[in-house]
Nanobody
Framework: EVQLVQSGGGLVEPGGSLRLSCAASGFTFSYYAMTWVRQAPGKGLEWVSIISTSGITTMYEESVKGRFIISRDNAKNTLYLQMNGLKPEDTAMYYC???????????????WGQGTQVTVSS
């Protein structure tokens, strides 16, 4: 059974940092690209970042470039999202997800984590 179990998140002041983790099991983690997706209140899903199987290739949504860093540890079957310089507009539920393929990952994911709330507020 594929499982993606998230941790991290919470309430942080503007300018602060948080790290999200996503522990994967039930599939060969190193074979698949992975992604972080978020959903702000009242809005649709928005992809945030994508990472290739090896971690060499990363992609970021324009608004988080230079502030967020996606990474993975294939030995630990874990995906990470380091979020720095957080802004109120980053407030959202964040999900990790397994991609079907790197090329289609912005729109196609087949398994999702349970979600973790990130709230940026003073």
């Amino acid at each position: 059974e594929v499982q993606l179990v998230q941790s991290g998140g919470g309430l942080v002041e503007p300018g602060g940092s948080l790290r999200l983790s996503c522990a994967a099991s039930g599939f060969t983690f190193s074979y698949y690209a992975m992604t972080w997706v978020r959903q702000a209140p009242g809005k649709g899903l928005e992809w945030v970042s994508i990472i290739s199987t090896s971690g060499i290739t990363t992609m970021y949504e324009e608004s988080v470039k230079g502030r967020f860093i996606i990474s993975r540890d294939n030995a630990k079957n874990t995906l990470y999202l380091q979020m720095n310089g957080l802004k109120p507009e980053d407030t959202a539920m964040y999900y990790c997800a397994k991609c079907n393929a790197l090329s289609s990952c912005k729109v196609e994911r087949d398994y999702w984590g349970q979600g973790t709330q990130v709230t940026v507020s003073s």
